[in-house]
């Protein structure tokens, strides 16, 4: 059973910063692409950034050049680092795994978190 349990949301100004974590209960961590998600009220769950198990990277549109994606198999942890954070990023953030791969769809990934709410006031 693979567990996901992240960590670091909070409420923050327009244009400061945040950094997530996500700890991943899994004796192969190496095996598994991550994902980052986020869902506002009222709103669909969104693709923010993902990473495969070698260290490629994608992120939405919406974040690029904002927001970084980073592992650390030592510590079976993926962070997001989010910077110049606007009051549209608020959502509650949700980090995924997956087995084998990654992906910009959540419906690739197989295991979730419970999530963590990052608020961004103006």
């Known amino acids: 059973q693979v567990q996901l349990v992240e960590s670091g949301g909070g409420l923050v100004q327009a244009g400061e910063t945040l950094r997530l974590s996500c700890a991943v209960s899994v004796l192969t961590f190496s095996n598994y692409g991550m994902g980052w998600f986020r869902q506002a009220p009222g709103k669909e769950r969104e693709f923010v950034a993902a990473?495969?198990?070698?260290?490629?990277?994608n992120y939405g549109d919406s974040v690029k050049g904002r927001f970084t994606i980073s592992r650390d198999s030592a510590k079976n942890t993926v962070y997001l680092q989010m910077n110049s954070l606007k009051p549209e990023d608020t959502a509650v953030y949700y980090c995924?795994?997956?087995?084998w791969g990654s992906g910009s769809s959540a419906t690739m990934y197989e295991y979730w978190g419970q999530g963590t709410q990052v608020t961004v006031s103006s």
């Open positions: 995924a795994a997956r087995k």
């Open positions: 990473i495969t198990r070698g260290g490629n990277t």
